[in-house]
T-cell receptor
Framework: AAGVIQSPRHLIKEKRETATLKCYPI?????VYWYQQGPGQDPQFLIS???????DKGSIPDRFSAQQFSDYHSELNMSSLELGDSALYFC?????????????FGSGTRLTVV | AQSVTQLDSQVPVFEEAPVELRCNYS??????LFWYVQYPNQGLQLLLK??????LVKGINGFEAEFNKSQTSFHLRKPSVHISDTAEYFC?????????????FGKGTHLIIQP
């Protein structure tokens, strides 16, 4: 079965650079969530989208922005990167109104800021 | 807003012994409850979930959990663990209804299986 696809798997950036992470949800999943997991930490909710509109906002820094496109894939844009942004970034998807399969997570993008 | 407390950051258990990983939650509204497992350097895999109905839910890999509304708990259990169960386990909640349905995770419990 198709899963949530995230790219790239690994990314190394220098301080003050920008990064773009991509998430391709499971087909027919119209809701996408972004999470940040620091080393040894629990995942923290950043932001979510439903039908290309932002549906909820968590602890996302102002330096970050995200959007969902017409094909439901989503991109997380990160600017002025800081060392503390080094983390595993997960994307999750689900069909709105149906939690039977829970939230399906991708394998994550490991961002390292040096 | 909701919160999740996993009381044990680390639980060592001998192989083939039973295990219980504790999870308590706090919320001003009704919630859905989930347990996820994370193996080293991998993503989060859904073990089981409670949406409604029977308070005892069974998941993959022989795990089960019981929703206790009065104690606001959702403890995870397995009657006999295997070496391959060594992983980080996260309890999570999301609000019922509305748009604020991002998952709130607990800090995680590292299950260590000893031979």
């Amino acid at each position: 079965a198709a899963g949530v696809i995230q790219s790239p798997r690994h990314l190394i950036k220098e301080k003050r650079e920008t990064a773009t992470l991509k998430c391709y949800p499971i087909p027919r999943h119209d809701t996408v969530y972004w999470y940040q997991q620091g080393p040894g930490q629990d995942p923290q909710f950043l932001i979510s989208f439903y039908e290309k509109m932002q549906s909820d906002k968590g602890s996302i820094p102002d330096r970050f922005s995200a959007q969902q496109f017409s094909d439901y894939h989503s991109e997380l844009n990160m600017s002025s990167l800081e060392l503390g942004d080094s983390a595993l970034y997960f994307c999750a998807s689900r069909p709105q109104g149906n939690l039977w399969y829970g939230y399906t997570f991708g394998s994550g993008t490991r961002l390292t800021v040096v | 807003a909701q919160s999740v407390t996993q009381l044990d950051s680390q639980v060592p258990v001998f192989e083939e012994a039973p295990v219980e990983l504790r999870c308590n939650y706090s919320s001003s509204v009704s919630v859905y409850l989930f347990w996820y497992v994370q193996y080293p350097n991998q993503g989060l895999q859904l073990l089981l979930k409670y949406l409604s109905g029977s308070t005892l839910v069974k998941g993959i890999n022989g795990f089960e959990a019981e929703f206790n509304k009065s104690q606001t708990s959702f403890h995870l259990r397995k009657p006999s663990v295997h070496i391959s169960d060594t992983a980080e386990y996260f309890c999570a909640v999301s609000e019922r209804g509305g748009g604020a349905d991002g998952l709130t995770f607990g800090k995680g419990t590292h299950l260590i299986i000893q031979p």
